[in-house]
């Protein structure tokens, strides 16, 4: 008996990758879903369609839809109006802060709350107000403030 492959198979595949989407949100199973979906329509129109076919067109839909999602993606990102939220280190560009610790050799320790991070900058003593200026990974640069 032949492998046989009928639209509604396509179609269940689509409406549960498209429940996976919805479950866990990753915008990958969306449009591999919708790739499906695509997939089940052409071979309702065209039933005689051979299944080694079907999964080429499958193939080819779900991967030009998520090059298409990554290109639209990285054109338009999603606006938020809480663009810090989870990028502490960023939160804290801008601020004064007082050494508690001095800087030697270019490096040295701050306290910013209940967290202490490490800062690069000129060398300066203890009692010096520094401001943050830039983060690069979990290391903050600091120029003496006046």
């Known amino acids: ?45 065209v039933p005689s369609l051979a299944w ?30 809480e663009p810090l939220l989870n990028r502490r280190g960023e939160q804290y560009i801008g601020r004064t802060i007082t050494l508690k610790t001095p800087i030697e050799d270019g490096h040295g320790k701050i306290s910013i709350d209940d967290s202490t991070w490490k800062v690069r900058g000129p060398d300066c003593p203890v009692g010096t107000k520094v401001k943050l200026i830039a983060l690069s990974n979990v290391i903050f640069d600091v120029q003496i403030v006046d």
């Open 52 to 81: 080694e076919y079907q999964i080429i067109i499958f193939a080819i839909l779900s991967v030009v839809s998520v090059v298409l999602w990554i290109q639209y993606y990285v054109k338009n990102p999603i606006a938020t109006d």
């Open 1 to 45: 008996m032949p492998f046989i492959l009928d639209h509604w198979h396509w179609y269940i595949l689509g409406v549960a990758l498209i429940t996976i989407e919805i479950l866990v949100p990753t915008f990958f199973a969306l449009w591999i879903g919708i790739s499906a979906l695509l997939t089940g329509t052409i071979l309702y129109f």
